[in-house]
């Protein structure tokens, strides 16, 4: 295991941004992060999270996809993708780290692979930072994730006043290697010690062990027709916040601009809380707001699971509790689906 003394993490950020791109969680307010560029001078937040996910480097709110520009009577198809520089973004945490790995089912392992996000995944490393201090509002343990033993091309503990290293692939051993002058070989007892004292801490939060029982396959039907929908939507504002701050949302809208020299294709991210989400030329296929916010939750818990092999489009962040001006989220619908008698 490699430590660094927590007062010398400037360094180690200084090193790793000397031949790469480096962002790491800077505070925004007094309560909120975002990641941002490191430069010199720049601290490193102590929030637990930040208001947006990793996914933001690898799935941008917006893209330019192709441009066309017309000569005469011919069109030139023009690719405006630029290679992007290898970056690495530290401080990441272990549900964000776990939903990267979801996005990944959908872009990248099914045909056609997304060539726009593989190439920035290919040049990004993450570093996860394990949960000291969880919040109420977590639930990844309910998911199988395990905030005290995070995943990433680098995983990383503080604990006794020192920052614990693990390289966990090939990147992650290029960049520790990178900063190897200033970490030091020790024990993993101090790690060890972090884990089970994060675990304890896990254990007792409200949400650690809410049951996904009723949300498999066999229960599709019973799930779509149950009358929960109407009781969770009933004050549903259709804003798309919970899908904007998602660290698992993955839909997309593309526009095309005429810009008066060229046609510019863009994509963009898109919600299906929205009333025109997937609107075709003759109408909306969901009317209600009932239908959307099913359509959104189903898709976490009962689709994504049937066709990548039982695992959830939900990470338990607990984003969307903290941000969804009405209090609805996917905690209420696992709780009211437990206690309805129709499934």
């Not at 903290?322 to 129709?342: S, T, Y």
């Amino acid at each position: 295991m490699l430590s660094l003394p927590v007062e010398k993490i400037d360094s180690f950020f200084e090193a790793v941004a000397s031949s790469k791109a480096l962002y790491i969680p800077q505070d925004t307010t007094e309560s909120t992060a975002e990641f941002k560029f490191w430069t010199k001078g720049s601290k490193l937040s102590s929030a637990l999270k930040t208001v947006r996910s990793v996914k933001d480097f690898f799935f941008p709110k917006s893209e330019s996809l192709v441009n066309y520009k017309r000569k005469g009577q011919s069109v030139e198809v023009v690719d405006p993708r630029k290679d992007v520089e290898d970056f690495v973004v530290f401080g990441v945490r272990a549900c964000d780290a776990a939903a990267v790995t979801v996005v990944d089912e959908v872009y990248l392992k099914m045909d056609p692979v997304d060539s726009y996000y593989q190439n920035r995944r290919n040049h990004g490393t993450i570093v996860t930072l394990a949960c000291s201090e969880p919040a109420k509002t977590c639930f990844c343990s309910t998911y199988g994730i395990d905030a005290a033993n995070p995943a990433g091309d680098v995983s990383c503990w503080m604990s006794e006043g020192k920052y614990f290293f693990q390289a966990n692939s090939e990147k992650g051993k290029a960049l520790l290697d990178q900063a190897k002058a200033l970490l030091s070989e020790e024990s993993d007892g101090c790690v060890e010690k972090a884990k089970a004292d994060i675990k304890d801490k896990i254990e007792k939060l409200p949400f650690a062990h809410l049951d996904l029982s009723k949300f498999n396959g066999k229960n599709m039907l019973k799930i779509f027709n149950s009358k929960i929908w109407e009781e969770v939507s009933n004050t549903c504002l259709g804003c798309g916040t919970c899908t904007y701050v998602c660290p698992t949302c993955m839909c997309f809208d593309v526009r095309d601009f005429n810009t008066g020299s060229e046609i510019k294709q863009t994509r963009c991210w898109d919600s299906c809380m929205f009333s025109d989400f997937t609107q075709m030329a003759a109408e909306n296929p969901r009317h209600t707001q009932k239908e959307r916010s099913r359509q959104r939750f189903m898709h976490k818990l009962v689709y994504y699971p049937m066709a990548h092999e039982g695992k959830f489009s939900c990470v338990g962040c607990g984003r969307c509790l903290e941000n969804c001006p009405i209090n609805m989220n996917i905690v209420k619908v696992i709780k009211a689906a437990n206690e309805a008698g129709d499934i």
